[in-house]
């Protein structure tokens, strides 16, 4: 393990004003594999003093197309070290290596780019005056010092999600990952610093919710990226004051499948979105919502496929699901099946931790039948390898439970009519709605959030998105008048 457990202030990696550490053990194996700094209200302090002065001086005296070039070169840096960050990865977070890590580390870097191109293509807008002797144009300036606050389910991918539009817009950051996967993060700001960005720009604190309370709170943070649970979004939203936020919060994402579907590629979809990080993902499948007459059809094929989703360490080749990251979504977990046996769901695969493994985190994919709407599997986020299964009788009933919950981030739909397809896009309330692919669709550029109506957060993050969410339209007035014979 070559990265730091330290915080990153103003380009020292150092102790905390306290002293005081945290252990993190792996949930693969139990290992402890870092004390980890946890930062003191006067370590943010330092470093959001550090990232408001002199690194936010530096950020903006920075070209947009020299951010670009330092933006290219941590994408060079992350693939040049994507060996040993996917290692790392895996070790805190639990998820496979060879496959899902590997995959991350490889998107973060192409997040990296992503946002080095969109900086050299910031298109504004000029527009005529109503006065004829004036010409507006618009150009964008960064928001000042943003504290970034990221939880531990993709903790390479969701910090390079905010950080790199952040810089790319020009803005210095303090980023505060999760207290579970602390060292990714730091693998990843170690090649922000490599590249070239300037140290007073660029921040790394640990700690829990209080370390993360007074980041939001300090007065000179400026904007705040929060990709988290509902819960603590809510938290964070009340004393952010003024600030400009953007929140990427929970998911409860349903995947419907009608009668007309393509069934086994709709069922191979749902164990997809299960099985893929565990299940711990804002966009898992956590509700599936089947037709009543393709029930028993759809029920076999699932059942077939979940017996490909191998439990098992995530460092071996084959491995499908690892361990759950931690005892608090483990305990989750239980809480919702037990819940769902107690009000007389069918437990139809799985549903018990299994033995045999370093810890007690490991957790195969369960297939629970007959849901019902007054369940936690369907009224909560589970974040674990679930599915639940309830039924429907027509479009108008899949769409009133779809739409029975607080959360709308990301929902797919199975069926072979593009007419009703576009029935559930329109209707279903959700940020994104994917047609004949997994909840678990993603990729780095297209818009992606919570909908309005519902806790899943506001603000796009993704490609362009974030980068004009983190950055201010300044408009200037010219008038022209005396170009004018
Ligand atoms: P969490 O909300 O418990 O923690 C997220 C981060 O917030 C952590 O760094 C934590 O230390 C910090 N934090 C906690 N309390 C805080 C407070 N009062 N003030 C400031 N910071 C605080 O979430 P988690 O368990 O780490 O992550 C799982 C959740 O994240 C799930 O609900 C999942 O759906 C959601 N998520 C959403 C997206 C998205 O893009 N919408 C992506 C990934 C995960």
Redesign the pocket.
């Known amino acids: 393990m070559t990265t730091s457990a330290d915080l990153l202030i103003d380009g020292v990696w150092r102790a905390g004003g306290d002293g005081r550490t945290a252990p993190l053990t792996s949930p693969i194996t139990g290992e402890h594999l870092a004390d980890v700094v946890m930062a003191t209200a006067d370590d943010v302090d330092a470093a959001v003093t550090a990232a408001a002065g002199p690194g936010a001086d530096a950020m903006e005296a920075m070209p947009p197309f020299e951010r670009a070039e330092l933006l290219h070169r941590v994408a060079d840096l992350l693939t040049e070290r994507a060996d040993e960050l996917a290692a790392t990865l895996t070790l805190e977070q639990g998820k496979p290596q060879h496959t899902e890590a590997a995959d991350e580390v490889a998107e973060s870097a192409e997040i990296f780019r992503w946002a080095a191109e969109e900086v050299k293509r910031l298109e504004t807008p000029s527009l005529p005056g109503a006065d004829p002797n004036k010409l507006v144009l618009t150009h964008r300036k960064p928001n000042g010092v943003y504290a970034l606050?990221?939880?531990?389910?993709?903790p390479m991918n969701?910090p390079a999600e905010l950080v790199a539009p952040a810089l790319g817009g020009g803005n210095s950051l303090i980023l505060?990952?999760?207290?579970f996967t602390p060292l990714t993060a730091a693998g990843m700001i170690q090649a922000v610093l490599d590249a070239g960005f300037p140290p007073s720009a660029v921040h790394l604190i640990h700690g829990?919710?209080t370390a993360?309370?007074a980041l939001?709170g300090h007065r000179r943070v400026d904007g705040i990226g929060f990709?988290?649970?509902?819960?603590?979004a809510e938290?964070?939203v009340r004393s952010a004051g003024l600030k400009r936020t953007l929140i990427?919060?929970?998911?409860n994402g349903p995947q419907i499948i009608c009668d007309d579907a393509d069934l086994d590629a709709a069922a191979a979809a749902a164990v997809y979105g299960a099985s893929f990080a565990g299940g711990q993902c804002?966009v898992a499948t956590e509700r599936l919502l089947v037709q009543e007459s393709v029930h028993d059809e759809v029920l076999e094929r699932l059942v077939h496929h979940a017996a490909t989703a191998t439990l098992g360490d995530p460092r071996v080749e084959g491995t499908v699901i690892g361990p759950l990251n931690n005892q608090l979504v483990a305990a989750k977990v239980d809480a919702h099946l037990a819940d769902a046996r107690a009000k007389g769901a069918t437990i139809v695969c799985g549903g018990e931790r299994a033995g045999g493994f370093p810890t007690d985190l490991y957790q195969p994919l369960a297939i629970i039948d007959g849901v019902t709407t007054d369940m936690l599997l369907f009224t909560e986020?589970t974040?674990g390898p679930v599915l639940p299964i309830t039924t429907f009788r027509d479009d108008d009933e899949a769409i009133a439970l779809a739409n029975d919950s607080n959360l709308g981030?990301q929902a797919a739909v199975f069926t072979s009519s593009l007419k009703r397809a576009f029935r559930y896009v329109d209707r279903v309330r959700a940020g994104s709605i994917v047609v004949n692919d997994s909840t678990d669709f993603w990729e780095p550029h297209p818009p992606?959030g919570?909908a309005s109506r519902t806790q899943?957060?506001w603000g796009r993050?993704g490609g362009k998105y974030t980068l004009l969410d983190m950055t201010d339209l300044r408009t200037a007035v010219i008038d022209i008048q005396a170009t004018r014979d």
């Open positions: 606050i990221t939880p531990w389910n993709f969701i505060k990952p999760s207290e829990d919710a993360g309370a939001v990709v988290g649970s509902a819960a603590t938290a964070i990427e919060a929970s998911g804002c986020e974040f981030l992606f919570g899943s957060g993050i």
